[in-house]
């Protein structure tokens, strides 16, 4: 999979994916690991979407940034924007700021203490993609996670020191998606952030709580930390908020879908026919297009509310 980051450095990555199925295992070249063919083969149509959308071999935000679901700023730029002037680019694309300040936490037990106490019980998001066979031969290497459920993607209960010690090629793929962030800076984005300004402007009115009610941070921010090869599939951000991310330590691509004129987003029926439009998979007759950048330590997106 070739994907570019904001600056248009291309990133190469082959996606691993979990075994459990001693029939199924394929030796990798990359990285000597074992793939299970059904879940990349899954994932392959999604990669092949972004690279058809490429324009000359590169993506659009490089290629033709005018038509780009992304939007590049610098940060330099975009501490001079106005409001309006953010909210205005916001209302028609994603929003990638390059170059922000960054604290250069990495992916280790000072990194994870910033979201987590170490001993504290966390949810752990992972996959079992076939749940029939444990494989014993050392060579193997399971990635899955097991579960007695039967529901994808699988949530269980760990300890945050788990996705330190399964950091590893041989590690299992885990995705820790809830660490409420009370700590966050959110003021920061008080100047465009719609839920900001509206906190602002009601809190201590009548029925909107006391003078003295705080912000409710740690249902509206979270941490993430996944291992590698983690990723989620295609969803909107409920609850009408917009979604902002920025990576601290090491990579992550992030997809966009791409509306066309004859199925935007506005109308709620492109999401209602599966001919068009499916969560895990690309229909034959979708007509939308994809795009991904690769964010790194420092770039901050935003993805406006309603976009998937
Ligand atoms: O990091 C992930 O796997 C999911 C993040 C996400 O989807 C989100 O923040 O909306």
């Given at each position: 999979m070739r994907a570019f980051d904001a600056d248009g450095v291309e990133h190469r990555f082959t996606p691993e994916s979990h075994v459990r199925h001693f029939a199924c295992p394929k030796f990798s070249p990359n990285n000597q690991e074992f793939q299970f063919d059904d879940r990349i083969a899954a994932l392959k149509p999604f990669?092949?979407?972004?690279?058809?959308?490429?324009?000359?071999g590169k993506p659009r935000h490089i290629a033709d940034p005018e038509?780009?679901?992304?939007?590049?700023?610098?940060?330099?730029d975009f501490q001079s924007?106005?409001?309006?002037?953010?909210?205005?680019?916001?209302?028609?694309?994603?929003?990638?700021?390059?170059g922000c300040p960054h604290p250069n936490t990495k992916f280790?037990?000072?990194?994870?203490?910033?979201?987590?106490?170490?001993?504290?019980?966390?949810?752990?998001?992972?996959?079992?993609?076939?749940?029939?066979?444990?494989?014993?031969?050392?060579?193997?290497?399971?990635?899955?996670?097991?579960?007695?459920?039967?529901?994808?993607p699988t949530i269980v209960t760990g300890h945050s020191n788990d996705l330190l010690e399964n950091a590893t090629p041989h590690g299992k793929i885990l995705n820790a998606l809830d660490f409420p962030?009370?700590?966050?800076?959110?003021?920061d984005r008080s100047r465009y952030a719609t839920d900001m300004v509206a906190w602002d402007y009601l809190h201590g009115s009548p029925h909107c709580g006391t003078a003295?009610?705080?912000?409710?941070?740690?249902?509206?921010r979270w941490g993430l930390a996944g291992t590698a090869h983690a990723f989620s599939m295609f969803h909107i951000d409920s609850d009408g908020f917009a979604t902002f991310v920025q990576v601290v330590a090491g990579k992550k691509l992030w997809a966009v879908y791409r509306p066309t004129?004859?199925?935007?987003?506005?109308?709620?029926?492109?999401?209602?026919?599966?001919?068009?439009?499916?969560?895990?998979?690309i229909p034959a007759k979708a007509q939308f297009g994809m795009e991904a950048v690769v964010l790194r330590p420092s770039?901050?997106?935003?993805v406006p509310s309603s976009l998937i």
């Amino acid at each position: 999979m070739r994907a570019f980051d904001a600056d248009g450095v291309e990133h190469r990555f082959t996606p691993e994916s979990h075994v459990r199925h001693f029939a199924c295992p394929k030796f990798s070249p990359n990285n000597q690991e074992f793939q299970f063919d059904d879940r990349i083969a899954a994932l392959k149509p999604f990669f092949n979407c972004i690279e058809a959308g490429f324009v000359d071999g590169k993506p659009r935000h490089i290629a033709d940034p005018e038509t780009s679901s992304f939007c590049i700023i610098s940060f330099l730029d975009f501490q001079s924007m106005s409001a309006s002037q953010i909210q205005d680019r916001l209302r028609h694309a994603n929003v990638v700021v390059t170059g922000c300040p960054h604290p250069n936490t990495k992916f280790d037990e000072a990194g994870l203490r910033t979201l987590t106490p170490s001993n504290r019980k966390i949810s752990i998001q992972g996959i079992n993609f076939i749940n029939d066979t444990h494989i014993t031969d050392p060579l193997y290497v399971d990635h899955a996670v097991p579960s007695s459920s039967g529901v994808l993607p699988t949530i269980v209960t760990g300890h945050s020191n788990d996705l330190l010690e399964n950091a590893t090629p041989h590690g299992k793929i885990l995705n820790a998606l809830d660490f409420p962030m009370w700590k966050d800076s959110q003021w920061d984005r008080s100047r465009y952030a719609t839920d900001m300004v509206a906190w602002d402007y009601l809190h201590g009115s009548p029925h909107c709580g006391t003078a003295t009610v705080p912000y409710p941070t740690g249902h509206v921010r979270w941490g993430l930390a996944g291992t590698a090869h983690a990723f989620s599939m295609f969803h909107i951000d409920s609850d009408g908020f917009a979604t902002f991310v920025q990576v601290v330590a090491g990579k992550k691509l992030w997809a966009v879908y791409r509306p066309t004129p004859t199925l935007p987003l506005s109308d709620p029926n492109v999401f209602l026919r599966p001919e068009f439009f499916q969560l895990d998979k690309i229909p034959a007759k979708a007509q939308f297009g994809m795009e991904a950048v690769v964010l790194r330590p420092s770039d901050l997106l935003s993805v406006p509310s309603s976009l998937i």
